[in-house]
């Protein structure tokens, strides 16, 4: 059986995304929420030490980026992270392709430099201009702020998670205060808000529930419901789902209780981000923890071309959920690879054992 879907469009830079406040996380932290689509399918995380550029800081990078210059999620030494989403619909100039896409360097200056979302709004404030971006940033910090700065090469607008009467932002590949119908990942969003609410309502938005649940979704909300469920040994065609052929992590940066005292204080050395490399539904999660020795080797861009072993595990296992590699082959799923009979599909055991993973490491470091 295969279930078609008209306008098949694959975006080469994309991302679904959220920032989450502490009154929505039963442990009272912040999140922050990145569902990483893009064609630098390798992925790697990696620590940098302070110096004389700024503070130390880990991340994630792609796995040809040999000088680490371009960091795409991350967490720095005071409590600052960041993350971003391609906007399509911000840009209002003629500044050349050949200068855009800047935006990993500017997170990258960020985590050198910022230590709570005021100064990220300083640190655009003095960037020259054109900055080389068409983005939306979302960052949080230690006192439990959190922001989205939807941005273009001149100028940005600035959504606040405290204005948020839902205590929670999501974005993927449009901005809020851009030009109307245009960009991409409306569907996308829709998906995320719907399937987020249940769980404000509870306040039970923890980083497992964004990794395991929303990162290997097939709900689609303009169909009104999960597309995978029921078609076992059928294909359905990949649009529109949080999960895309594409996408090459799922990251969650878990802050601390928030605390205005805690803010330059090495509050960062309190924060984990939950790590999966290569397509979502098939990832394994790691627990990544500030410094060299919080990277699990796994991660770490060890091998052959800058890869890591994380990330080339999960792609062969891609390789068997899209099975067709030729021609438009990256657009039909086997959903007897993800979910099946005989309960050995990649959605049927690597959840629960991510999630024995979650449990391990709370219990061992008392994150209650």
């Not at 119908?181 to 569907?187: D, K």
């Not at 529930?209 to 294909?235: K, N, V």
């Not at 990649?346 to 054992?353: D, E, K, R």
Request: charged share 25%; hydrophobic share 35%; aromatic share 10%.
């Amino acid at each position: 059986m295969i279930c078609l879907m008209a306008g098949v469009f694959a975006e080469a830079i994309a991302c679904t995304s959220a920032i989450i406040g502490a009154e929505l996380n039963p442990y009272g932290r912040p999140l922050l929420w990145k569902h990483r689509d893009t064609s630098a399918i390798d992925n790697k995380v990696e620590h940098i030490a302070a110096g004389p550029e700024g503070y130390a800081y880990t991340g994630l990078f792609n796995a040809s980026d040999k000088g680490l210059k371009e960091c795409w999620t991350g967490f720095n030494s005071e409590g600052f992270a960041i993350m971003n989403t391609a906007s399509y619909n911000l840009k209002d100039d003629n500044v050349a392709e050949k200068d855009m896409d800047k935006e990993g360097y500017l997170m990258t200056k960020a985590l050198r430099s910022c230590t709570t979302v005021d100064d990220f709004a300083r640190l655009l404030d003095t960037l020259p201009r054109p900055m080389g971006v068409e983005a939306n940033f979302g960052v949080i910090d230690a006192t439990g702020a959190g922001a989205y700065f939807e941005t273009n090469n001149h100028s940005y607008k600035r959504i606040n998670l405290e204005d948020s009467p839902e205590h929670m932002l999501v974005r993927t590949n449009y901005s809020h205060t851009g030009r109307p119908g245009e960009g991409f990942g409306f569907v996308r969003e829709a998906n995320a808000l719907h399937l987020l609410g249940p769980a404000a309502e509870k306040k039970e938005i923890t980083p497992e529930y964004l990794t395991e649940t929303l990162s290997r979704t097939f709900y689609h909300d303009l169909m009104g419901r999960d597309m995978a469920e029921g078609l076992e040994e059928g294909w359905v065609i990949d649009q529109d789902f949080i999960p895309r052929f594409k996408s090459c992590a799922t990251i969650v940066i878990e802050g601390i209780a928030p605390s205005d005292g805690a803010v330059g204080k090495g509050a960062g050395e309190g924060y984990v981000m939950w790590t999966g490399l290569g397509y979502p539904p098939c990832a394994d999660i790691y627990p990544v923890t500030f410094g060299a020795d919080g990277i699990h080797p796994d991660l770490r861009g060890t091998g052959p071309d800058g890869h890591s072993k994380a990330s080339d595990l999960s792609k062969k296992r891609r390789d068997e959920v899209f099975p067709k590699h030729y021609g438009n082959g990256d657009k039909y799923i086997r959903l007897s690879r993800l979910r099946n009979p005989e309960g050995t599909g990649y959605l049927q055991v690597i959840p629960a054992q991510n999630l024995e993973v979650y449990r391990k490491f709370r219990d061992q470091h008392r994150r209650r």
